[in-house]
């Protein structure tokens, strides 16, 4: 093109290549903006073929745009070409500054690789730069480098052109026009390339927004209007498990609104006899059962269980706690609880937990008894052996037991059984008279003239009976005394604390409790009792204490005359 009219046609040339730069710098899209650059080829450069080789993440190249001729366009776009081929293509053929061109004569060795290409006929060249139809022209287009370094960045793609308009291959100002496209368009397609991943971004963020929003509004609803308790405290630091927020649920629970429960943390609501249970509770997915105390005052059984969330991935920590009301399983638990361990007619103790609060007070060591005073007392020589003393303690306590404590093999003296001294021993009065010690008395109670009544009256007269009784022998015993009912028409009477006289005199008090008239099915009945009275003291075992008890229950029945016995 080294013509007269050259410089118009320059000037031209770069009215076209602004309008085509233009336009692909305000292009929408990636796509949108590697078309232009395909376009642009044909439009300015003076080319009727033009190809955009894209560079993807993997490395390989894809046609991502074709200008100039539909059907090589629907042929090849969408191709790939792998990297290494291209790399073989870029280091062959002349070097024309950036451009590489590969000529008819060495590019038929790249007819069978794998980079996408297309096909043109035409004749044979007649001169010595006119353009073959097999002739290769490419144009790399490179990201921009670092500012200052002088070089060019990472490949961003290839330019492929095809079949110059005036048949010949470009010259200076051809190629530095090409050259100069294509260092414009790498710097179009990275501006687009980094809008469409800010877009993409932006697009990804506002979805993750609208998915925490929509997370935070669900959490607030479930939180909210949930079924059971719900509340959130903070987590560590001097606040440690004030309530910071609840839900109306929790609220009527406990009787309190929202705002006051700010104030308080579970620590401070929670039963006495539970705060152990709550200090013991992990916060993350900790489990307690234990008393909330209500506005009223009263408790509540609940069920709390512990979560641990976080505003963020590295924000401040709270606690969740699911609070739910287990009142009504508790009392199904008492209820059972207290059916196994009572009279189902009586309400008293059955046999099993009479033996269960007896076992409780007793254990297997045999508590040591005193010395005589005259024993006591004796002045002995400061030489004289211990063992002088022995005939008399043999014929006041009988021979000498080894004392094993609570059944560990310790010697006489040492000082294990200092960890048992939280152990109160109990005693039992020693002999026939009330020598002043006191102890656990056992009071074994038998009706007298009981079977007549259910033979004559029937068993809801004889149950009538029974209860009447058992009210009887709770009101006339102290509080924290035990009244058992062992079964058929006996009872048993834990009394601690009591001398010999003292349990006498309560037998007696009982035993006129009991032989007054009792009502059953409409009529006055009347039914005496016998008493029997052991002693417990460590070193026996239940059955033992109560096998004592009504043995001399029994002894007592027979000293009566048996028509006394009834009414007393």
């Excluded at 080294?2 to 000037?11: A, G, Q």
């Excluded at 029997?532 to 029945?557: F, N, P």
């Amino acid at each position: 093109m080294e013509t007269e009219s050259e410089p118009y046609v320059r000037l031209a040339s770069l009215r076209q290549l602004h309008q085509v730069m233009a336009d692909m710098n305000t292009a929408r899209s990636l796509a949108d903006t590697l078309q232009s650059v395909a376009d642009g080829v044909v439009n300015a450069l003076g080319y009727e073929l033009a190809c955009v080789n894209l560079v993807r993440p993997d490395g390989d190249l894809v046609v991502a745009a074709f200008s100039g001729n539909p059907a090589a366009e629907a042929l090849i776009t969408g191709r790939v070409g792998s990297r290494e081929s291209w790399e073989r293509r870029l280091s062959m053929g002349e070097r024309w500054g950036d451009l590489i061109f590969i000529p008819h004569t060495e590019g038929w060795v790249l007819d069978d690789d794998d980079v996408p290409q297309w096909y043109t006929d035409g004749p044979a060249p007649r001169f010595e730069d006119e353009w073959h139809p097999s002739d290769r022209l490419f144009a790399p287009m490179y990201a921009p480098g670092p500012q200052g370094a002088g070089a060019s960045g990472e490949l961003v793609g290839v330019l492929s052109v095809d079949r110059p308009r005036n048949g010949r291959r470009p010259g200076a100002w051809g190629r530095e026009a090409l050259q100069m496209y294509a260092f414009q368009a790498a710097i179009a397609i990275s501006n687009a390339r980094l809008r469409a991943n800010m877009q993409r971004a932006l697009v990804r963020l506002e979805r993750e927004q609208q998915a925490l929003r929509a997370s935070e509004e669900s959490f607030r609803q479930a939180f909210e209007y949930a079924p059971s308790g719900m509340a959130i405290a903070e987590m560590g630091g001097d606040q440690h498990g004030r309530i910071l927020r609840t839900n109306d649920a929790l609220c009527r629970l406990l009787g309190r609104p929202a705002s006051a429960m700010r104030r308080y943390s579970f620590s401070d609501l929670v039963h006495p006899e539970d705060i152990g249970t709550l200090l013991r509770t992990s916060a993350e997915g900790g489990r307690a059962e234990l008393r909330l105390g209500r506005r009223d005052g009263t408790y509540v059984w609940v069920s709390l269980r512990n979560s641990v969330v976080a505003d963020a991935a590295d924000g401040p920590r709270f606690l969740l706690t699911h609070v739910e009301d287990i009142e009504e399983r508790k009392r199904r638990e008492l209820q059972l609880a207290h059916r196994a361990s009572h009279d189902s007619l009586t309400g008293l103790p059955n046999s099993a937990e009479l033996r269960a609060r007896l076992s409780a007070r007793l254990c297997r060591q045999r508590p040591q008894p005193t010395l005589p005073a005259a024993i006591g007392s004796a002045a002995l020589d400061p030489y004289e052996s211990f063992d002088a003393l022995e005939p008399s303690l043999d014929a006041a306590y009988g021979p000498p037991a080894f004392d094993r404590g609570h059944d560990f093999d310790f010697p006489p003296g040492a000082d294990e059984y200092d960890g048992y001294d939280h152990h109160v021993h109990t005693v039992a009065p020693a002999g026939d008279r009330d020598d002043g010690t006191k102890g656990l008395a056992v009071l074994f109670c038998d009706l007298d003239g009981f079977k007549s009544i259910n033979d004559r009256f029937g068993h809801n007269a004889g149950d009538a009976v029974l209860i009447e009784v058992a009210r009887r022998l709770s009101n006339g015993v102290r509080d924290g005394d035990t009244v058992a009912r062992l079964g058929g028409d006996e009872f048993v009477i834990l009394a601690d604390g009591l001398g010999r006289a003292d349990a006498q005199d309560l037998a007696v008090r009982l035993r006129n409790e009991i032989i007054q008239p009792i009502r059953a099915e409409g009529r006055a009945v009347r039914v005496g009792a016998s008493f029997g009275i052991g002693w417990a003291h460590c070193g026996m075992t239940a059955d033992e204490v109560l096998k004592s008890a009504d043995e001399r229950m029994y002894v007592e029945k027979r000293s009566r005359p048996k028509q006394h016995r009834r009414a007393g």
